[in-house]
């Protein structure tokens, strides 16, 4: 079985279905192909430029991704350190993740608080 930190370029399709909690056959990301380019950085070996580059063109193949959404929803759970996941960064999808927390437990906070009040 997969580490839950594995990118999904480099699981089997069985460990991707059980990764992103399928129920059915999920779709073969497009990352499978070139999992080189998604799992970066490799800073002994890129420069920046290099990087930004590579980057870029991993967004670009995540863009058209047949499985972009279910990749993104791995990414928020498994909250990634390095790599490309559904065309973000592990920056990125670090900050959304914290966004959607504290959205979240803003919405549970005024649920709480709503709850008590009566309706006229």
Known sequence: MAHSL???????LPEIEVAWLCESDPPLPECTYDPE?????RPLTETSAERAAR??????VCASCPALELCFLYALRVRPT????????????DTYAQI???Y????????????????A
């Open 37 to 41: 380019l998604h799992t970066g950085p």
């Open 100 to 102: 959607t927390e504290l």
């Open 55 to 60: 980057e870029a063109v991993a967004r670009e």
């Open 82 to 93: 390095a790599g490309i996941w559904a065309g973000h960064t592990a920056a990125e999808i």
């Open 6 to 12: 594995d990118h999904p370029s480099r699981l089997s």
């Open 104 to 119: 979240e437990a803003m919405r549970s906070r005024a649920a709480e608080r709503l709850s008590g009040l009566e309706v």
